[in-house]
């Protein structure tokens, strides 16, 4: 009997496929495209559990939905605030994952008329359309986003996926690394470019690192068809001025499965989510660039504990507080997560002056 191939063996041919079509090289951000979204192969299309609290579930990592349904409360308390500014009642947001988060925002602001939901993936959708049941006549999902659009856009995790071009300086030249196959392995191979990242890094040394074209495109077709309404993103990262700071020499480039990190991209692809910290300061001028306003930038402890995460916080059992500090201590989510706003500013509605609670104290946009 012939044993069928597998899905990681299966995907890698058709990468294979694709890098000797190019040339024998492809940069890193298209292998990373096609390990996380080829139609039923890629990480985020194929069937396999993702996200979970521990190993045991069959999943990779847990988000913070999925900690606390006071993540979701917290920022729909944003959310509902943004809305009513805005004079708009829908609700859009970007990889939905499990549907947790959608769930406790339909939850808690029942003014809201629709659900939007846009997420590529088939089997993440169908979970969504499971754990939504109940607010069937509301959610709908897209594949691509209308010419013009009205609401609230939210996005937890979502630029941390997007597909990065990876840099490399070495003995002093430039370089930019992409993936190559020897003996049906995939390998790293460097090329010449005239690609820099945006501020110059100090020192000769040796380092690597990324830029975000596609999120920051992600960032500027929102501009282009959001017509009234707020963006609230949250996810890992850094100023920029952190971001390639001379000491951060490798990279963030990730990989997550079973609950555990590392940082080898080219094994098992398709089993694992393949994830880089993102620059804000290229975020924020993306969408000041396309003309949205930033609302506020901080950290997502600050974000949610302005929005009362920890309102009713004593009747609660021991278990949830636990999940809860989570989200907000600083040596676990609280720091490296960070929270953007952006508003669409108009004549008919100006947003100036007027303040995202969430960014009531320790608003940091002066640090992008």
């Known amino acids: 009997m012939t044993t069928p191939p597998s899905l990681t063996s299966t ?23 096609l390990a996380l979204y080829t139609p039923g192969l890629g990480y985020y299309a194929n069937d396999s559990r993702k996200f979970g609290w521990m190993p045991a579930s069959g999943s990779d990592f847990v988000t913070a939905p999925e900690l606390s349904p006071r ?6 308390r944003q959310v509902g605030q943004a809305l009513q500014a805005s004079g708009t009642r829908e609700v859009w947001e970007f990889g939905a994952g499990s549907g947790a988060l959608a ?34 006549d509301k959610v709908n999902w897209v594949s691509e986003l209308p010419a013009q659009m009205t609401g ?15 840099l490399a300086r070495t003995d002093g030249a430039w370089y930019e690394r992409g993936v190559a196959v020897v003996e049906e392995a995939f390998v790293w191979a460097d090329q010449p470019t005239e690609l820099r990242p945006p501020m110059e890094v100090e020192g000769e040394h040796d380092y690597l690192t990324e830029i975000h074209p ?21 996810d890992y990262g850094f100023p920029e001025h952190e971001y390639y700071h001379p000491q951060r020499h490798m990279g963030t480039v990730m990989c997550h499965r079973g609950h555990l990190a590392d940082a080898d991209a080219l094994q098992d692809v398709g089993e694992k989510d393949i994830t880089a910290h993102v620059n804000f300061t290229g975020i924020a001028l993306a969408g000041q660039d396309a003309g949205l306003q930033v609302l506020g930038y901080t950290s997502q402890a600050r974000f949610l504990l302005n929005c009362g995460v920890l309102d009713g916080m004593e009747d609660v059992p021991l278990t949830e507080r636990v ?10 989510m609280g720091e490296l ?32």
Do not use: C
């Not at 000797?20 to 951000?29: E, K, N």
């Not at 939901?117 to 088939?122: A, K, R």
């Not at 609230?152 to 990876?166: R, S, T, Y």
């Not at 929270?339 to 640090?367: K, L, N, Y």
């Open 152 to 166: 609230v856009v939210v996005g937890n995790e979502v630029l941390d996926a997007m597909p990065v071009q990876l």
């Open 103 to 136: 769930l406790q925002i339909l939850e808690a602001l029942p003014e809201i008329q629709r659900y939007t939901i846009v997420d590529l993936s088939g089997s993440l959708q169908a979970r969504q359309r499971e754990r939504l049941a109940a607010h069937a």
């Open 337 to 368: 997560f960070k929270v953007i706003g952006f508003v669409v500013d108009s004549a008919e509605r100006p947003w100036s002056g007027w303040q995202g609670m969430g960014f009531a104290v320790g608003d940091r946009s002066h640090t992008l």
């Open 323 to 332: 999940m809860v500090q989570k989200l907000i201590n600083e040596h676990e």
């Open 11 to 33: 995907l890698a041919a058709h990468i294979r496929g694709a890098i000797h079509a190019a040339g024998g090289w492809i940069a890193f951000d298209r292998f990373m495209t």
């Open 71 to 76: 993540f979701g409360q917290a920022l729909a």
């Open 214 to 234: 596609q999120a920051q495109a992600f960032v500027a077709t929102l501009a282009d068809r959001l017509q009234a309404g707020a963006v609230f993103l949250l």
